[in-house]
């Protein structure tokens, strides 16, 4: 089969857009990359080019950026498919900013979508008036594991082979991976974004690890390994029950989630008869810092874009959240903010009247059941 080399735009010069803006120029796609601030994306736009580096590429592997931009209007004017690459927390934003401009037959995929990240951004469109056909994704975890070393350069320490994308409604899910598998055959069927966004595991080991260590952070400056030291017999007992409260508001939104021990034998082969012992027999974590600040997205963006979600929906559909809002509320004192204000609720989601049919068939098909 010929492969289409169509145009892309990428939303985000943060660290994973420009690996992504790279690695897709890298494959002969021609790519427009999009920051809202021109100073970032500057040296990009004076060099046509990234430099990619790892994950076997060759030192100095140049990748063309056909496009660089500051102009939303000029971003996705030629756009088949939007890669948005940008912290959950500005989603609602670019969906705001985005929404004059998209146009039919355009699909825009959230990179990831954390918990409901589709429904906010469609949220938003439909707020906003939008009246484009487009396809709105989001994908259950980042495909890379990447970092920028400098300001036009982009280095890959992983890619996944196996990631689960979901669209809204779930009846496109099949054109959006169409499209996205011509770049990416890592990309398969997630089910619906209820089912991506409830199997977002950032939810369970980012925010309570983070702040059950707040002590040892703030002395420390995160000088210790994150998941083999700050992930002890009592914290990791704090992180299971999180996870059961997960699986169980899934469950009972007729999802079948993967619970954290699941995942840690699908995703590293690591195992163990609960979560401490699975975390501690995966050795890729040895090594991998606790953040330097109690001032970190596992934190900021974690809580009120999924832990918030989830504790929502639990509360919608009866199903005690104790623990998740008692680790929400342990934040918000610690920042000193209100992330039940600032998160995706699901008033702010316009979903809170919808009985779990009606909400499937919401995700399903995009429409409320008769």
Known sequence: MTTEFFNITVIGAGNGGKTMAAHLGYLGYPVTLYNRTANRVQ???????IELIGAGFSPGTLCPIARVTSDIAEALSEAKLIMVVIPSSAH???????SPHLKDGQVAVLHPGRTCGAIEFRNVLDKTNCQANVIIAETETFIYASRSDGPAEARIFSIKQSVPLAALPATANQTV?????QPYPQYINGGNVLKTGLNNMGA????????????????????????????????????????????????????????GLDWLSMAYDAHGENLYEAIHAHTGY???????????????????????????????????????????R??????????WRRGRTVEKLGIQHLSVAELLHFVNEYKLAP
């Open 204 to 259: 369970i080991f980012h925010p309570a690890l983070a702040l059950l260590n707040a002590g040892w952070i703030e002395a420390t400056f995160g000088d210790f390994d994150f998941y083999v030291q700050g992930a002890t017999q009592s914290v990791a007992r704090v992180l299971e029950v999180l996870d059961r409260e997960r699986v169980t508001v899934a469950s009972a939104l007729g999802i079948q989630a993967r619970s």
């Open 92 to 98: 609602a934003e670019i969906a705001k900013v985005m």
């Open 43 to 49: 040296a990009v736009k004076e060099l046509g080019h």
């Open 330 to 339: 342990l934040a918000c004192v610690i920042h000193s903010t209100d992330y």
């Open 286 to 328: 040895a090594g991998i810092k606790a953040p330097g600040t109690l001032q970190h997205r596992y934190i900021f963006e974690d809580v009120p874009m999924s832990l918030v979600p989830i504790a929502s929906l639990g509360k919608m559909v009866g199903v005690s959240v104790r623990v998740m809002d008692a680790i929400i």
């Open 177 to 181: 991976l169409d499209l996205i598998r």
